[in-house]
């Protein structure tokens, strides 16, 4: 089953605007992280928040974490057209780094 | 450094058959994960193994099976492929095995067709 579930499903913007997409799960976590994956390709890991962060910062990105919420929401400023991509967020299963639930993406189109 | 290197990219089949993927972890990483994504079910875990051990194994049928080689090189076979085994399978390689969290580093993926 899935532990995160991503919010939009998908996403429309025209460059320059922000991206907003959240994540819910479902139990107690050490960590989430989020990742994008270009077009049938690989993930990408974009950044990683521990449960007993409630901000965090990297370039473009600002993630947030709500623990009492169990919800995450990951914000892309100034977006390019390059941002156009699926973007996931993952929690470890049983606290296992290898072993990660994905949710179902938010598909994010940026328009020129 | 060599990113996470998976073989093939891509991969016909006929049902019934079976297939072999391979998936070579960044130098230095322990712990190799496969996951299988579909459009339908997303990404799915499979198994991870860390030092030739299979540490974790998600909910799959045993078609389904991997194994470590002494050098963290990772193999997964298929056996009796079917048609719903059409997905995009991806390798991720993490240095875990301790307290510090860290991210996964994944291939390209093999995309497989079973026809």
């Known amino acids: 089953s899935q532990q995160g579930e991503e919010d939009p499903q998908a996403l429309s913007i025209q460059e320059g605007e922000n991206a907003t997409m959240n994540c819910s799960y479902k139990?107690?976590?050490?960590?989430l992280q989020w990742y994008r994956q270009n077009s049938g390709r690989g993930l990408v890991h974009l950044i990683l928040i521990r449960s007993n962060e409630r901000e965090k910062h990297s370039g473009r990105l600002r993630v947030t974490l709500d623990t009492s919420k169990k919800s995450s929401s990951l914000l892309i400023t100034a977006s390019r057209a390059a941002d156009t991509a699926s973007y996931f967020c993952a929690t470890e299963r049983g606290g296992s780094q290898g072993n990660l639930i994905f949710g179902k993406g938010t598909k994010l189109s940026v328009k020129p | 450094k060599a990113g996470v290197t998976q073989t093939p990219r891509y991969l016909i089949k006929t049902r019934g058959q079976q297939v072999t993927l391979s998936c070579s972890p960044i130098?230095?990483?322990?712990?190799v994960s496969w996951y299988q994504q579909t459009p339908g079910q997303g990404l799915q875990f499979l198994f991870e193994?860390?030092?030739?051990?299979?540490?974790n194994k998600g909910n799959f049928p045993g078609r389904f099976s991997g194994r470590q080689f002494s050098n963290s090189r990772s193999e997964m076979n298929v056996s009796t492929l079917e048609l719903g085994d059409s997905a995009l399978y991806l390798c991720?390689?993490?240095?875990?095995?301790?307290?510090?969290?860290?991210?996964?580093?994944f291939g390209q993926g093999t995309r497989l067709t079973v026809v």
């Open positions: 193994y860390f030092s030739e051990t299979q540490r």
């Open positions: 130098s230095g990483h322990r712990s």
């Open positions: 139990t107690s976590i050490n960590n």
């Open positions: 991720a390689s993490s240095l875990a095995g301790g307290v510090q969290e860290t991210e996964a580093f």
